[in-house]
Structure formats: structure tokens, C-alpha cells
């Protein structure tokens, strides 16, 4: 079975700074990753994934997050937060190839302080 | 494009009444879901469908209906209503491929007193 951890259920950062969303995952097999954003009263909205190939990935507005097989781990990144940037953002998983069975993290509720 | 349309946006029932949230696709994506999301707990999968006629449950699928007559809807039937259903509903669809991610509905947020 999979599971994913995100770890801080609200992170803060100022404007301008380094914003570092973290995600562990669990699975038996080679896995599809994504991240996903939301923004207040609306729906999910993709960031990135990786599915083979290059382990940085690179996606929506600035972010961009790396697989790292060694530690389970999908974190994102963005080098710079910008007050758009606020919103809930969820780490998900699957390994399955038929495009289904897709396990969500509890999500990360990011605010920037002016 | 449509995409994912979800209706209504939002509603508050009674215990014990029953209605259907409506699910609407134009990307012909084979597989459909709805998940609830609560505070803390990300999005759960309550059924799925792999196809027209094709239907199964996810992880928390009691005291909820769905039916898949066509590639284009998925309607969620909440049977009698409890006020453990208050919740975000999410419908989302994709392709049946691996690394294929989910499109997401703009939800129904549902009450049920």
C-alpha cells in the first residue's frame, strides 16, 4: 500500500524567501509523483509531476520539486514566495499504470507575511 | 474548455434527505472519482469508474451512490444524509495512463444539519 506524509500541516514564509514544501512517500513499487495546489474555494490544481526521466522537475509558477528514490522524498521548492503563492498545496502518489488509485497527503497550508 | 464541471457549488441538506451531485466531463477521460476532502485529512476516494458501466468503491464509500451511463457524467447520490457527509465533494477524471494526473471539479461544498 502507499502513503504520504507532508510534514507541517502550516508553514510561513515572508515574501521574497525560500519556500520548502516537504513529502515523503511510501511504495512497493516505482512510483508517479505529483503536487498539486488549491486555492481557497476551488478545486486542485496541478504544479508538477514526475512519472521517469529527470529526477528535477520543473512546473507551474516558479516551482519546481526533486525526486529523490534514496529518501522517498518529493519536496517542493520555489525560490522566491510571492503573496500569490498562499494557498493549500498537497503531495500525492501512485504506481499504478492505468492512471488510478492515487493517495493524497493531508496538504500544506502555505502563508506569506508580507 | 469545460473540463471538470461540478453542481451544485454548494448545498445544505437535513438529515435523512437524499440528492445527487452532479460530475461532468468533455476531455473523454475514461476514469472518473469523487473524493471528500476534511480538514487534515487530504482527499479520500469514496467510488471510481473505469468506464461507462463501470463502478467501485474507494476508501470510505458508505451511505453514497454512483452510476457511470455515460464517458461524459458521474453523478454522486448521497442516500439519506448524515451530518458526518458535511464536506468538500471533489469530482476528478483522467486518462487512463499511467503518470496521467487528475483533473479536478471546482467541488460542492456540502452541509448537512
Known amino acids: 500500500a502507499q502513503s504520504v506524509t507532508q510534514l507541517g500541516s502550516h508553514v510561513s514564509v515572508s515574501e521574497g524567501a525560500l519556500v520548502l514544501l516537504r513529502c515523503n512517500y511510501s511504495?512497493?513499487?516505482?512510483?508517479?509523483l505529483f503536487w498539486y495546489v488549491q486555492y481557497p474555494n476551488q478545486g486542485l490544481q496541478l504544479l508538477l509531476k514526475y512519472t521517469t526521466g529527470a529526477t528535477l522537475v520543473k512546473g507551474i509558477n516558479g516551482f519546481e520539486a526533486e525526486f529523490k528514490k534514496s529518501e522517498t522524498s518529493f519536496h517542493l521548492t520555489k525560490p522566491s514566495a510571492h503573496m500569490s503563492d498562499a494557498a493549500e498545496y498537497f503531495c500525492a502518489v501512485t504506481a499504478d499504470n492505468y492512471g488510478q488509485n492515487f493517495v493524497f497527503g493531508p496538504g500544506t497550508r502555505l502563508s506569506v507575511l508580507p | 474548455n469545460a473540463g471538470v464541471t461540478q453542481t451544485p457549488k454548494f448545498q445544505v441538506l437535513k438529515t435523512g434527505q437524499s440528492m445527487t451531485l452532479q460530475c461532468a466531463q468533455d476531455m473523454n477521460h475514461e476514469y472518473m472519482s469523487w473524493y471528500r476532502q476534511d480538514p487534515g485529512m487530504g482527499l479520500r476516494l469514496i467510488h471510481y469508474?473505469?468506464?461507462?458501466?463501470?463502478?467501485d468503491q474507494g476508501e470510505v464509500p458508505n451511505g453514497y451512490n454512483v452510476s457511470r451511463s455515460t464517458t461524459e457524467d458521474f453523478p454522486l447520490r448521497l442516500l439519506s444524509a448524515a451530518p458526518s457527509q458535511t464536506s468538500v465533494y471533489f469530482c476528478a477524471s483522467s486518462t487512463r495512463t499511467g503518470g496521467s494526473p487528475l483533473h479536478f471539479g471546482n467541488g460542492t461544498r456540502l452541509t448537512v444539519t
Open positions: 469508474s473505469v468506464g461507462a458501466g463501470i463502478t
Open positions: 511504495s512497493s513499487v516505482p512510483p508517479y
